[in-house]
């Protein structure tokens, strides 16, 4: 909501640059403790082993992140939660092509309901030919998501909590998103001025507000378990529809056909998840590898000690 207030009705027209705002904040946020004695013995063998699994996800995590928030300057708010709900959908697709694991009948139903709730929200979305191309950037970026999800555990052999996968990777994505900045928004930015120098403290609330999502998102994860931030992360997204509706003034967007679309995409996305835990709880322990923006419906398979990011992002944080 602060990535959709500022893009949109502040008017600071750079998501590009915001996205890697973002990125810069959180590096230098994490220098301190990551410069400890302790954390600065890892760094070298780990980049050294790792660096192709944290380069790639360095680049789909650039990706999505640049292109969400770019979708947030011609679609609402509310329809880009109900497309990155599919997020399930891609990171399917992902493991079949990758790992050779076909979801389960439950799953694969689920799946079906969830793109069809999502088809016909994008369909009732698509009416402006701004908001077409906003929906086009957002599923890209989704797929980019649901791709660095579905590869990340045969990419990355050595488990890394957040903090360090974050950052590791927030770097090399930054550095990914500024020659598309520099191509796309880089005169303009000079020129921005802005409500005097208010911007900069808005960017840094937005930067601030995204590395505590990722912290608390963290505690959450130890505290309580993965059942637990499954449902947070469901109720999550009804209440960013609800809130996009009275904060952001949304609610001339919610046709029927997008209720109707957004209702089933939400109850496939429900489903998806039951159907996880469910097999989760047949089998043993799972290990979640630290993912930046980390969809709280998919953490179940690649998890551990998060800080977290999308999302959002360092989540793009819708």
Excluded at 293 to 302: K, R
Aim: charge should be positive; glycine fraction near 8%.
């Amino acid at each position: 909501m602060v990535n959709k207030w500022t893009l949109s009705i502040y008017g600071f027209h750079f998501p590009i640059a915001l996205s890697i705002a973002h990125q810069a904040f959180s590096f230098l946020a994490l220098a301190p403790f990551m410069l400890t004695k302790h954390n600065r013995e890892l760094h070298l063998p780990t980049i050294t082993k790792q660096w192709p699994g944290l380069l790639f996800v360095s680049v789909c995590f650039a990706i999505n992140i640049g292109l969400n928030n770019i979708s947030l300057l011609s679609i609402s708010l509310s329809l880009n939660q109900v497309i990155r709900a599919s997020i399930p959908v891609f990171t399917a697709i992902g493991s079949v092509m990758i790992e050779a694991k076909p979801p389960s009948r439950q799953e694969f139903l689920s799946l079906l309901v969830l793109v069809g709730g999502v088809a016909i929200a994008v369909y009732e979305g698509s009416s402006t030919k701004s908001s077409f191309w906003g929906i086009v950037l957002c599923l890209i970026g989704t797929m980019c998501n649901g791709l660095m999800m579905s590869s990340i555990g045969r990419l990355l052999t050595e488990k890394l909590d957040v903090l360090r996968l974050t950052f590791y990777t927030a770097p090399v994505a930054g550095f990914v998103l500024l020659p598309f900045f520099n191509r796309l928004e880089a005169e303009s930015f000079q020129d921005y001025k802005g409500h005097g120098s208010t911007w900069i403290g808005i960017l840094l609330l937005g930067c601030l507000n995204a590395l505590l999502y990722n912290l608390i998102h963290s505690l959450v994860i130890k505290v309580t378990s993965s059942v637990t931030t499954t449902v947070i992360g469901e109720m999550k997204i009804v209440l960013i529809l609800l809130l996009s509706a009275v904060v952001l003034g949304e609610s001339d967007v919610w046709t029927v056909k997008l209720m109707v679309g957004t209702t089933t995409a939400i109850l496939g996305f429900c489903m998806y998840s039951h159907a996880r835990l469910h097999g989760q709880s047949m089998g043993p322990p799972v290990i979640i590898k630290g993912v930046p923006e980390l969809a709280p419906s998919l953490t179940d398979s690649i998890r551990a000690p998060l800080m977290g990011g999308g999302v959002s992002s360092i989540k793009s944080w819708s």
